[in-house]
């Protein structure tokens, strides 16, 4: 699998591509940070005018989600056992006739069979992970095309 370390779980996410280490030697990390919903999300790299990307771990799948409190320098690592890393990324890039805004789930696994637990639970709400994902990047184009009328 391309990609992915000897034990079959994926590598860390990356800033840019497959051309520099995740994060970038110049990304920031800022402080950990509770965003709605009582969840632990994290800013945990920043490329300034470029890309953003929050994490949060946990065990999802559980009624709780497991969440786990972890400082921004803890998602450099390997989840411990049983855990997952799941990152979201907010990148702009300049397109031919303005701002184009994408943004993309990434999850690391502890190990093979935490990743079996965390594929049946995105099997269920993969679907409603897109459509807020898409909501949301359509409020954002509004808002922008708002403020620059």
């Known amino acids: 699998m ?7 779980t994926a590598r860390p996410p990356r800033l840019d591509g497959d051309r520099a280490p995740w994060p970038p030697a110049n990304a920031r990390a800022s402080e950990q940070s509770t965003l709605g919903g009582g969840g632990r999300v994290h800013p945990v790299a920043e490329v300034p005018g470029e890309e953003f990307v929050l994490g949060i771990m946990g065990r999802f799948w ?8 972890a400082s ?4 450099r690592q390997l989840p411990p056992a049983g855990l997952v890393q799941a990152f979201w990324n907010f990148r702009v890039e300049a397109s031919g006739s ?9 999850v690391r696994c502890a190990d093979a069979a935490t990743r079996r637990q965390f594929m049946r ?3 269920f709400i993969r ?8 909501s949301m990047l359509r409020h954002i184009r509004a ?3 708002r403020r620059a009328a």
């Open 2 to 8: 391309a990609g992915a370390r000897p034990d079959g």
């Open 62 to 69: 559980t009624p709780t989600g497991g969440v786990v409190t």
């Open 72 to 75: 921004a320098d803890r998602f």
């Open 98 to 106: 303005g701002t184009e805004l994408s943004t993309e789930t990434r």
């Open 121 to 123: 639970y995105w099997r």
């Open 127 to 134: 679907l409603g992970s897109a459509l807020i994902r898409g």
């Open 143 to 145: 808002t922008a095309e």
